[in-house]
C-alpha cells in the first residue's frame, strides 16, 4: 500500500523566513513525488516533480529514499507563496494514480 | 488552450438522488482520473481511464458510484441514491500518457457536492 503523510496542517511564517514542508511516504518501489499547490479561488496545479530536479518559484525539494521524505524548502518565503501544499507519490506499477497527503497550509505573514 | 473543465462548479442533491457530474479533459489526454475530496482532507482516487478503458476502479466507495468515458473523451461520474457522506469536492484531472509530463496530473477546478 503506498501512503502520504503531510504531518503539519498549519504552518505560519514571516516573510524572508524559510520555510520547510515536511512530507514522509510509504511504498515498496520506486515512487514518484510530487509537490502540487492550491492557491486561493484556484485549482490544483503541479509545483514540481522529483525528478526534474528544478527549482520553481524557489522552491526545491529533495528526495530521501533513505527517511522515505520529500521537503519542500524555500530559503526566503515571500507572501504570494501563502496556499495550500498538497505531496502526492505515483507508484511505478499504477499508471499513474496518485495518493495525496491532507496537505499542508502555509500563511507567510508581512 | 483550454484546461480541465468541470461541469456543474456546485451541485446541491436531496438524499436519495442521483447526480451526474461531467468532466471534459485537456484534447490529447489519454489517462483521465477522478478523486474524491473531503472538506479538510486530501484527494482520493476514484477510478481511472486510459482512453475509454476504465483501467482502475479500486477506489470507488460503493457500488452507488459509476463512471464512464465512453469515446475516450469527456468522462461522467455518476452517483445514485446519493447518501450524506457523499458531500465532497469531486476532482478530475488528466494526463499524457508517455513523455516528459507523464504522470503530470493536470486539475479541474472541481464539482462540490452537497446532499442534504
Known amino acids: 500500500a503506498q501512503r502520504v503523510t503531510q504531518p503539519e496542517k498549519l504552518l505560519s511564517v514571516f516573510k524572508g523566513a524559510p520555510v520547510e514542508l515536511k512530507c514522509n511516504y510509504s511504498?515498496?518501489?520506486?515512487?514518484?513525488l510530487f509537490w502540487y499547490v492550491q492557491y486561493s479561488r484556484q485549482r490544483l496545479q503541479l509545483l514540481l516533480r522529483?525528478?526534474s530536479r528544478e527549482s520553481i518559484k524557489g522552491f526545491t525539494a529533495d528526495l530521501n529514499k533513505g527517511e522515505t521524505s520529500f521537503h519542500l524548502k524555500k530559503p526566503f518565503a515571500q507572501e504570494e507563496d501563502s496556499a495550500m501544499y498538497y505531496c502526492?507519490?505515483?507508484?511505478?506499477?499504477?499508471?499513474?494514480?496518485?495518493?495525496f497527503g491532507d496537505g499542508t497550509t502555509l500563511t507567510v505573514k508581512p | 488552450g483550454a484546461g480541465v473543465s468541470q461541469s456543474p462548479r456546485y451541485k446541491v442533491a436531496k438524499r436519495g438522488q442521483d447526480v451526474a457530474l461531467r468532466c471534459d479533459p485537456i484534447?490529447?489526454?489519454?489517462?483521465l482520473f477522478w478523486y474524491q475530496q473531503a472538506l479538510g482532507q486530501g484527494p482520493e482516487f476514484l477510478t481511472y481511464?486510459?482512453?475509454?478503458?476504465?483501467?482502475?476502479k479500486s477506489g470507488l466507495p460503493s457500488d452507488r458510484f459509476f463512471a464512464e468515458r465512453p469515446e475516450g473523451s469527456v468522462s461522467t461520474l455518476k452517483i445514485q441514491r446519493t447518501q450524506q457522506e457523499d458531500s465532497a469536492v469531486y476532482l478530475c484531472?488528466?494526463?499524457?500518457?508517455?513523455?516528459?509530463?507523464?504522470?503530470?496530473?493536470?486539475f479541474g477546478a472541481g464539482t462540490r457536492l452537497s446532499v442534504l
Open positions: 484531472a488528466s494526463s499524457f500518457k508517455q513523455g516528459v509530463a507523464k504522470n503530470i496530473q493536470y
Open positions: 511504498y515498496s518501489g520506486s515512487p514518484e
Open positions: 522529483h525528478i
Open positions: 502526492a507519490l505515483s507508484g511505478d506499477t499504477n499508471a499513474g494514480k496518485s495518493t
Open positions: 484534447s490529447g489526454h489519454v489517462s
Open positions: 481511464f486510459q482512453n475509454e478503458a476504465q483501467l482502475d
